[in-house]
């Protein structure tokens, strides 16, 4: 039952992009086109997937040598390693992707979500199991806000909407709703 929360809350209660405001960057910039958005969910996820597994021992070892003050930094650069693996297997496996992700698939490196859940996954003192059911829970939601959020703006580009409107606006307005609806899921757990 622990794990059902863990899994519910993270992908819909605490939803990282629409509850915590982490990830906005690649939320807004990568949401355009539903492939692409997949695609970076994918992407995220596989990072996060194996960065909760190296960061579980990582942690276990700054601990054993009082060096938790490093974790940061020691976090960043196992976020940087593997985004570079995303980034050479991507390139290899679907140039098309690759190039769509463009400056967004480095900047897995520098996005906020991905080192908040290592952070969060160290404080909340998860197992590894449970570290790694919090990470790929945390990635779901997360690709599930890109995907909804680029549905919703390619159908949106199909209508006729006022100049004002248009780009930036309707893509926080549309955010902001989500937002709110993902709210609604809180009475759940």
Known sequence: MEYFIIIISSIFINNIV????????PFF???SKVNTAAGMGAAVTFVMAINSIVVYFLQKLLVAWNIEFMQTIVF????????????????KLSPSLYQALGVFLPLITTNCAVLGVAI???????NLLEGFV????????????????AGI????EL?????GVKGV???LIIAAILAMSFMGFSGLV
């Not at 703006?153 to 949106?156: D, G």
């Not at 209508?159 to 100049?163: G, I, Q, R, S, Y």
């Open 18 to 25: 629409l509850s915590q405001i982490l990830g906005i960057c």
């Open 29 to 31: 910039g990568v949401s």
């Open 76 to 91: 960043i650069l196992v976020i940087a390693t593997l985004v570079q693996m995303v980034e050479i297997i991507l390139k």
């Open 120 to 126: 969060t996954m160290t404080q909340k003192d998860y």
């Open 134 to 149: 919090y990470s790929v829970s945390i990635a779901i939601g997360f690709a599930l806000a890109l995907v909804l959020m």
């Open 153 to 156: 703006r390619e159908r949106l």
């Open 159 to 163: 209508c006729d909407l006022p100049k």
């Open 169 to 171: 606006p309707v893509a």
